[in-house]
């Protein structure tokens, strides 16, 4: 059970979090600082330093988050698909296109794209190690041929998974060959769902 002082630490944390989200919509990565984060969450800037010395760490703590409330999304939208084939192929399309489709991101590459580039790729570790996890944990079990999957064959389909998906993502923000959701789910079922199921 958390104490009240752990409590309100988690709220400060969340607000500080909401408040970066709203500065970078607002200004973009590069106008934004922690002093503007810190007076729109309405604390000292000195108590988003003591958690996040440095301003890289607090974006990527924020795209985790995001990417947790991404990864809960997409398991609501596909709790009523039975076909483990098409939810591997839906998860991957609603996962792709919400990083693509991202009005932060679209911008921030448009306007800076070696910036946006090195968050996604050097700053984006927690984010891909948290991908793996959700993926791997939602395919252990399956049976693609002779056995289900175990633990270890599972994590490894995962992390190609998410690796292919991490590459068309970067690949894809300069050409944007996608015009929609449906189109992803499409180029998914050609490229990706022989990964899982090629034994069929």
Same mark, same amino acid.
């Not at 989200?21 to 000195?46: D, F, N, P, Q, Y």
């Given at each position: 059970?958390?104490?009240?002082?752990?409590?309100?630490?988690?709220?400060?944390?969340?607000?500080?979090?909401?408040?970066?989200?709203?500065?970078?919509?607002?200004?973009?990565?590069?106008?934004?600082?922690?002093?503007?984060?810190?007076?729109?969450?309405?604390?000292?800037?000195?108590?988003?330093?003591?958690?996040?010395?440095?301003?890289?760490?607090?974006?990527?703590?924020?795209?985790?988050?995001?990417?947790?409330?991404?990864?809960?999304?997409?398991?609501?939208?596909?709790?009523?698909?039975?076909?483990?084939?098409? *939810?591997?192929? @839906?998860?991957?399309?609603? %996962?792709?296109? =919400?990083?693509?489709?991202?009005? !932060?991101?679209? #911008?921030?590459? &448009?306007?800076?794209?070696?910036?946006?580039?090195?968050?996604?790729?050097?700053s984006s570790a927690p984010v891909f190690d948290r991908a793996v996890d959700y993926l791997a944990a939602r395919v252990v079990?399956?049976?693609?041929?002779?056995?289900?999957?175990?633990?270890?064959?599972?994590? *490894?389909?995962? @992390?190609?998974?998410?690796? %292919?998906?991490? =590459?068309?993502?970067?690949?894809? !923000?300069?050409? #944007?060959?996608? &015009?929609?959701?449906?189109?992803?789910?499409?180029?998914?079922?050609?490229?990706?769902?022989?990964?899982?199921?090629?034994?069929?």
């Amino acid at each position: 059970m958390k104490t009240p002082s752990a409590s309100r630490a988690e709220r400060t944390g969340q607000k500080i979090l909401d408040a970066a989200m709203s500065s970078l919509l607002a200004k973009g990565l590069k106008r934004t600082s922690i002093e503007a984060i810190a007076a729109l969450a309405g604390v000292s800037h000195m108590t988003v330093y003591r958690r996040w010395p440095h301003k890289e760490d607090l974006f990527s703590d924020l795209l985790s988050r995001e990417a947790d409330e991404l990864f809960a999304r997409v398991d609501r939208e596909l709790a009523g698909t039975g076909d483990p084939r098409e *939810r591997l192929i @839906e998860g991957f399309a609603a %996962i792709f296109w =919400s990083f693509y489709d991202h009005p !932060l991101l679209a #911008r921030e590459y &448009a306007a800076d794209p070696a910036t946006t580039l090195r968050v996604l790729t050097v700053s984006s570790a927690p984010v891909f190690d948290r991908a793996v996890d959700y993926l791997a944990a939602r395919v252990v079990g399956l049976t693609t041929g002779d056995a289900p999957l175990g633990d270890d064959e599972a994590r *490894r389909v995962a @992390e190609v998974m998410v690796r %292919i998906t991490h =590459s068309l993502l970067l690949t894809t !923000l300069e050409t #944007r060959p996608f &015009a929609n959701r449906a189109e992803v789910g499409a180029w998914g079922r050609e490229h990706v769902g022989w990964i899982l199921f090629s034994a069929d």
